[in-house]
T-cell receptor, first 113, second 113 residues
């Protein structure tokens, strides 16, 4: 079974803090993704990575950066957290190819006060 | 960017059929997916359909695709309380290299006992 784990289920941070969200997958997947999920907006792609040290901007990259130093680990960084970044953050991974499904972690609910 | 739209809520009685609808705008969509998100969890792939098919059945699930109208539906027969979840429609296309998945807003299904 593919397992995608995220470092925290719940996180509370103050405005202006630097925040790290970690994601690890154990199935040697090439692709990894960070989404944020907000009610009524569905999932929106922040960044994705198709290989170690490679990254591509998604639909809403502003205010975020990512790091992929090892194949199994993909980190999302909020350089200076703001209240509008309060959200559920979901990490996913997949193999490359036409119809490979994405496997999701359980999510991190981040609150910025 | 491409859009995938769904209604936000659906309420059905236990034992009835549920039909969740989705419309998409990308005419080059190749694979269309239904994901399920149970409370407190990440998304899990339920089923997918290739764009040259118009129907796919998998136990209680039936997926219908009308490519001309860019309309996808998921029918759940004999809906159970365990089917209560958020259901996301999603699509990939060659332009996104298949890795990039566009998700809909999600439909929250409430099953009334």
């Amino acid at each position: 079974d593919v397992k995608v784990t995220q470092s925290s289920r719940y996180l509370v941070k103050r405005t202006g803090e630097k925040v790290f969200l970690e994601c690890v997958q154990d199935m040697d997947h090439e692709n990894m993704f960070w989404y944020r999920q907000d009610p009524g907006l569905g999932l929106r792609l922040i960044y994705f990575s198709y290989d170690v040290k490679m990254k591509e901007k998604g639909d809403i990259p502003e205010g975020y950066s990512v790091s992929r130093e090892k194949k199994e680990r993909f980190s999302l960084i909020l350089e200076s957290a703001s209240t509008n970044q309060t959200s559920m953050y979901l990490c996913a991974s997949s193999l490359s190819g036409e119809k490979y499904e994405q496997y999701f972690g359980p999510g991190t609910r981040l609150t910025v006060t | 960017g491409e859009d995938v739209e769904q209604s936000l809520f659906l309420s059905v009685r236990e034992g009835d059929s549920s039909v969740i609808n989705c419309t998409y705008t990308d005419s080059s969509s190749t694979y269309l997916y239904w994901y399920k998100q149970e409370p407190g969890a990440g998304l899990q792939l339920l089923t997918y359909i290739f764009s040259n098919m118009d129907m796919k059945q998998d136990q209680r699930l039936t997926v219908l695709l009308n490519k001309k109208d860019k309309h996808l539906s998921l029918r759940i027969a004999d809906t159970q309380t365990g089917d209560s979840a958020i259901y996301f429609c999603a699509e990939t296309s060659p332009e996104g290299g298949y890795q990039k998945v566009t998700f809909g807003t999600g439909t929250k299904l409430q099953v009334i006992p």
